[in-house]
């Protein structure tokens, strides 16, 4: 998992919205946290989902943090979107695909409402969309239907259900969510359906939203700027925003950033799907911007109205790839997470979609924006669509300080080394085998050597053992000397306290790091091994 994990990352060029990670990690461990970090898709194609949902959440919280200390915070369950939306395209006769605009997915709220994590949890490790056309097109062929016969939604639930393993449970639950009568459930001492849920609970409607096909920056020069323009206004005023785009061929993730290797992309085609598809390949939450005059986060007056004049060189995305060694390690996002949680993309980097297929790819956008104006706090409102005027003083005050309220979790070369006994956090070391092959798994451990090995590449696996108030391991690998700016991978409780990746059996030192750190975000010990190849 963690070798395609690392490969999917890197393939930039012909990446989609698949993703291999499975991370989880503590998004809700800090109420201040304004977007959260990014969470895992895993290695099913919802990366949609995961960006309409991401925005929800943070909408919530938004409007609830005059309820609470710092604003309710709710996981949502992706993967109930994910699979209710292919159970619709098997009830109507339409083809299980994993591609769909922007549009399609902000409507299947209002028709099928949202569920919390708790209620129907569900995730794969395993690419689930061809899994479900294989079922599909055995069950059509047993039954002699037709690929455009719409099917019973019993049996679309059970189709989905045996590729994806659902339990009893999750096939009864979905089975009724399709239906006029959904199952209810409670939550916070409430009792709700999936669509009261998300209507009375969390008050969101398709109504109160607008979707902006991106036309071309190079044709259509003057309504990209427009649209840019409101999409910068929404990001001021704290409204998250998912988008839809594609990867591009000459083009790069350079330290989390995706960037364009020639300037604008030029000579660039778009990644698959390729032009004929009228669908994106990639679907993220935007957060934040910069231009070459401001920052990420909270920003000065003074450093905001000269930003205005100023275009944008970089956006910053929620992706769903989880906690990955490459999101950006760029400092001012580390402020608002701790850990590589996001990713930044250039302007001419998205701008290169758009030109290559105006029209295509999408931006989902608040008919209106709000801030509170002082004294009174008195809620400031404008039509995002007309209205493309910013109130500077309302955007200054309303910046939470909480997205500076974290140093960065790094790691510090003169920290002490723990002992390889007691402490909270240890290495499980497991015995080398007589004969190893490339499958071998090999446990890191301190002074570990390997020499005499045939196989080209090793599969190096660790595993910590750690002890209560421990919630993150950090793990940086590098040379002994440098200090090392990020991790290259984090576990948790929840992906579990073991990686394996395959290395190349070529003759060095590997040098680990692993810190321990709590849900503070505080670094406890340090655990050092050296794994020297001969």
């Given at each position: 998992m963690l070798k395609r994990?690392?490969?999917?990352?890197?393939?930039?060029?012909?990446?989609?919205?698949?993703?291999?990670?499975?991370?989880?990690?503590?998004?809700?461990?800090?109420?201040?946290?304004?977007?959260?970090?990014?969470?895992?898709?895993?290695?099913?194609?919802?990366?949609?989902?995961?960006?309409?949902?991401?925005?929800?959440?943070?909408?919530?919280?938004?409007?609830?943090?005059?309820?609470?200390?710092?604003?309710?915070?709710?996981?949502?369950?992706?993967?109930?979107?994910?699979?209710?939306?292919?159970?619709e395209l098997l009830t109507t006769g339409k083809p299980v695909s994993e591609s769909k605009t922007m549009s399609e997915t902000l409507t299947l709220i209002d028709r099928y409402g949202l569920v919390p994590e708790p209620i129907f949890k569900a995730k794969f490790d395993r690419q689930l969309y061809p899994q479900v056309q294989a079922v599909e097109a055995e069950y059509r062929a047993s039954k002699g239907l037709a690929a455009d016969e719409p099917l019973p939604g019993e049996v679309a639930v059970q189709l989905i259900g045996s590729a994806a393993r659902l339990d009893a449970d999750q096939l009864r639950f979905l089975t009724a969510a399709i239906s006029p009568q959904q199952e209810k459930f409670q939550h916070s001492g409430g009792s709700y359906t999936p669509r009261t849920f998300a209507s009375n609970r969390l008050k969101f409607s398709a109504s109160d939203y607008f979707v902006v096909k991106m036309p071309s920056p190079v044709d259509d020069a003057a309504a990209y700027a427009k649209t840019v323009a409101r999409m910068r206004k929404a990001l001021l005023y704290g409204y998250s925003l998912p988008v839809s785009f594609n990867y591009v061929t000459q083009s790069e993730n350079r330290a989390g950033a995706l960037i364009c290797k020639k300037p604008q992309c030029e000579d660039s085609e778009l990644a698959k799907p390729g032009p004929a598809s009228p669908h994106a390949n990639h679907a993220s939450l935007l957060i934040d911007y910069r231009t070459a005059v401001s920052r990420f986060g909270p920003l000065t007056g003074q450093a905001l109205t000269a930003s205005l004049n100023e275009p944008v060189s970089e956006w910053v995305m929620k992706n769903s790839w989880g906690l990955a060694r490459d999101n950006s390690y760029d400092p001012q996002l580390l402020e608002r997470y701790p850990f590589p949680s996001f990713t930044i993309l250039s302007a001419e980097f998205l701008a290169a979609s758009h030109r290559l297929s105006p029209g295509r790819y999408e931006v989902i956008l608040p008919r209106t924006v709000c801030l509170k104006k002082r004294p009174g706090n008195q809620l400031s409102c404008s039509d995002l669509e007309t209205d493309s005027n910013i109130d500077e003083a309302a955007v200054v005050a309303n910046q939470s300080k909480a997205l500076n309220s974290h140093d960065a979790v790094m790691?510090?070369?003169?920290?002490?080394?723990?002992?390889?006994?007691?402490?909270?956090?240890?290495?499980?070391?497991?015995?080398?085998?007589?004969?190893?092959?490339?499958?071998?798994?090999?446990?890191?451990?301190?002074?570990?050597?390997?020499?005499?090995?045939?196989?080209?590449?090793?599969?190096?696996?660790?595993?910590?053992?750690?002890?209560?108030?421990?919630?993150?391991?950090?793990?940086?690998?590098?040379?002994?000397?440098?200090?090392?700016?990020?991790?290259?991978f984090v576990l948790t409780a929840e992906i579990g306290w073991r990686r394996c990746t395959p290395v190349a059996n070529t003759p060095r030192v590997m040098r680990w790091v692993f810190q321990s750190v709590d849900a503070q975000f505080k670094t406890g010990q340090q655990l050092t091994a050296e794994v020297t190849f001969k």
């Open positions: 994990w690392l490969l999917g990352l890197l393939l930039v060029g012909a990446a989609s919205c698949k993703s291999t990670g499975v991370d989880r990690d503590a998004q809700l461990s800090d109420a201040g946290l304004i977007a959260g970090p990014a969470r895992s898709q895993g290695a099913t194609a919802f990366c949609w989902s995961y960006a309409l949902i991401a925005h929800v959440e943070q909408r919530y919280y938004e409007q609830t943090r005059g309820e609470s200390a710092g604003g309710f915070r709710l996981d949502l369950s992706e993967e109930y979107l994910g699979l209710i939306h292919m159970a790691y510090a070369p003169d920290a002490p080394v723990a002992p390889a006994s007691g402490g909270k956090l240890k290495l499980v070391s497991k015995s080398l085998p007589a004969s190893i092959t490339a499958e071998t798994e090999i446990y890191v451990a301190p002074g570990l050597i390997l020499q005499g090995i045939a196989a080209p590449k090793v599969t190096l696996c660790i595993q910590a053992d750690v002890q209560p108030g421990v919630k993150f391991v950090a793990v940086y690998l590098g040379r002994p000397e440098p200090v090392l700016p990020n991790p290259m």
